[in-house]
């Protein structure tokens, strides 16, 4: 591993301090630690090194060594090697340490690699709440990538391919979607469920389009799952009493209208019949449908018939 | 040689350095400190390392600049590697939604808050709102997340998922838990004499109660997973494609058929829960097997319209 290490360092170095794109053969020669025997030893010892300093978010760039595009050679632009620094403080860091060790995605942490980069923090001992938000940061994080470059994203979905300019990332009700426009229909902004996307890959060109800066993923993801606040009916509902709290903090804008010891009278929004029909039968026989007619009739039907 | 702890230990190297040139003279115990190193040799060893990396023709003048007394460290002619390496975007993603989760569910500190504004401006300057949480968060959360932190047994009101039935239960709380968009209380109950897990937005009401109890030792925290029992009731059914999230939702043994539908298999302990779901998926659902289930759906599509019929 020492060897690899001090190989490495060493042709990072270089590629940060070249003005030129360095060819894979002046490499070689110049940089310490390549000298293997054979064209192929340096070749596959080269790759390596390359895909490791990838991995580590290192850009090496490939770009022509002179104006007659003959040659291709490497360099890393000091500019793309490092972000701004954010400024954290010690007390920020120590918090995002907190927050990244609490949260899991499908089992997953943030890797400690990522603190360090903003200049570590002692450890902490965890606090009591954590969450998972479902889905693995492999895919999460190409498509969040292709967000912040502004590069267009292909994937399947639903089996057909579609290439989309991703808008925005969002999470609700426990699932992750992609909130953005096919690029042959500019104008509807689309929500795709991101553990529904499959044989996803990024565009090679960054900036390859302009986010609307009106966009705000929260509301149009919102305006997606509750439907347009106009087409809302409102149902009068009768809760047996041991459950109506639990069922009225679950509720849409609920207005009580009456209470006795047996049950309570509440009058709540409802956005989409199918769901809400769904939500009322998770109650048993402890929720009735008092108006209107058409909710009622909706779950009657849901029950089939009796025998 | 494993690539993964190649990989980690350059990283590290790569973040350490920027920090020392920065901090010239920075004390050694708190490098070993923030760097998560195991100790101090641990440390050395690697700014061993890099005292012999440099850059072409690698004689004194080339070679990075290593000076380590008995508490402090300085490096220099390494100007090169004074900032840190930018985060990857799976890093970046990772500290920012961890941040606003934690923001989202109103239980984050300030400190938390000004990092993840940092954050973000350094990651997406031209962020608008690119980044969306919706971690709705009952108050409870809070107040159920301080009894926990002070070992205080609540006295809790439960209406459960599977009867929907109210019951009291004094419950030691040993975590608070975010997943699938419901929190949950994980703790030793004390009416079931076991570790159980409590969906917040069930929880009709609270009290904390003067008693404090000795912190236990649990296996895992905040996991909220059904683990079947040999007496389990067991039931079979098709869901059609629009019916996935159930497989996703439920810990249980699904098949992908033609089409997208899907068959399958499901342990319960409470034949409700099953019947429960098969009512609420409608249509959605067929070819049912199972025959406790079966009847238990029917016994509730019963009582349900009799509510209708009064």
Known sequence: MQKVLERVLNLLAFLLTVNTPATAEEIRYTVKGYDQSSDEAFRRTFERDKDLLRSLGVPIELRHTDAWEVEVGYLIAPNQYAIPDPGLTDEERTALLLAAQAVRFGGQSTEAAAIFKLGGASPQSAGSLTADLGHDLGMLGDLFGALTDRRTVSFTYTSSPRVAEPYGLGLRFGNWYLLAPETDQRSTVKAFRVDRMSNVSVGEVAKAFARPTSFDTGETLSSFSLGNESEATTARIRFDIDIADVAIAQSTSPKERSRDERSVVVDISVFSPDRFVAWMLGFDDKAVIESPKELVDLLLARLGNSP | ?310
């Open chain 2, 1 to 310: 040689m494993s690539s993964d702890r190649t990989a980690l230990r350059l990283s590290r190297i790569l973040s350490v350095l920027p920090w020392i040139i920065e901090h010239d003279g920075c004390e050694i115990h708190d490098l070993v400190e923030r760097f998560d190193y195991r100790d101090r040799a641990d440390l050395i060893k690697d700014l061993h390392l890099v005292f012999v990396t440099g850059l072409p023709g690698y004689g004194p003048g080339e070679l990075i600049d290593v000076d380590i007394s008995d508490d402090d460290v300085s490096v220099s002619a390494a100007e090169y590697f004074s900032q840190a390496v930018r985060l990857t975007a799976p890093e970046a993603l990772g500290l920012l939604a961890s941040g606003l989760t934690f923001i989202e569910s109103g239980q984050a500190p300030p400190s938390l808050v000004s990092a993840v504004e940092k954050l973000t401006l350094a990651v997406i300057p031209d962020a608008g709102s690119t980044v969306s949480f919706d971690v709705p968060t009952p108050h409870s959360v809070e107040e159920l997340r301080r009894s926990v932190e002070s070992h205080r047994v609540v006295r809790i009101v439960y209406v459960s998922i599977s009867t929907n039935e109210r019951t009291v239960r004094e419950v030691e709380g040993h975590s608070i838990h975010f997943n699938l968009g419901n929190w949950y209380l994980a703790g030793y109950c004390r009416r079931a004499a076991a570790e159980r897990v409590f969906r917040i937005d069930r929880i009709a009401s609270f009290i904390e109660l003067e008693e404090e109890f000795p912190p236990r030792k649990t296996e895992h925290l905040g996991v909220v997973r059904y683990r079947p029992a040999v007496s389990d009731t067991h039931v079979s059914f098709t869901t059609d494609p629009s019916s996935r999230w159930v497989s996703e939702y439920y810990p249980v043994d699904a098949e992908d058929l033609e089409n997208g539908s899907q068959r399958i298999t499901m342990s319960v302990s409470d034949p409700l829960v099953a019947a429960r779901l098969l009512i609420q998926l409608g249509d959605n659902a067929s070819d049912i097997e199972g025959s406790v289930v079966v009847t238990a759906v029917e016994d509730l599509k019963q009582r349900i319209r009799d509510r209708y019929r009064a």
